[in-house]
Nanobody
Framework: QVQLVESGGGLAQAGGSLRLSCTAS????????MGWFRQAPGKERKFVTA????????SYADSVKGRFTISRDNTKNTVYLQMNSLKPEDTAVYYC?????????????????WGQGTQVTVSS
């Protein structure tokens, strides 16, 4: 049984930082591209960042480029999302997702597994 469990969400002030973690079980983590998506109330789920299974350069949405950093530790089956210089518009539920041998797609379709999400709220 595959599980992706996000943690690290919470409340932050604008300009602050949060670090999200997503720990996977039940799959060969190193063979999966890992992505982060977010969904604000009443809006569609949107791509944030992704890192391929093969170690290529990560990709970022323009809205988070230069502020967010994705990384992975295959020894811990965990992917991280370091979020700096947070803005109120970053407020959303953040989901991690896994795509077998993926390149880090911008689209949710290729991702086979999803976490339950963690809430990030940024106050102004």
């Amino acid at each position: 049984q595959v599980q992706l469990v996000e943690s690290g969400g919470g409340l932050a002030q604008a300009g602050g930082s949060l670090r999200l973690s997503c720990t996977a079980s039940g799959l060969t983590f190193s063979m999966y591209a890992m992505g982060w998506f977010r969904q604000a109330p009443g809006k569609e789920r949107k791509f944030v960042t992704a890192i391929s299974w093969s170690g290529g350069s990560p990709s970022y949405a323009d809205s988070v480029k230069g502020r967010f950093t994705i990384s992975r530790d295959n020894t811990k089956n965990t992917v991280y999302l370091q979020m700096n210089s947070l803005k109120p518009e970053d407020t959303a539920v953040y989901y991690c997702a896994a795509d077998w041998r993926g390149s880090g797609s911008y689209f949710p379709g290729p991702y086979e597994y999803w976490g339950q999400g963690t809430q990030v709220t940024v106050s102004s």
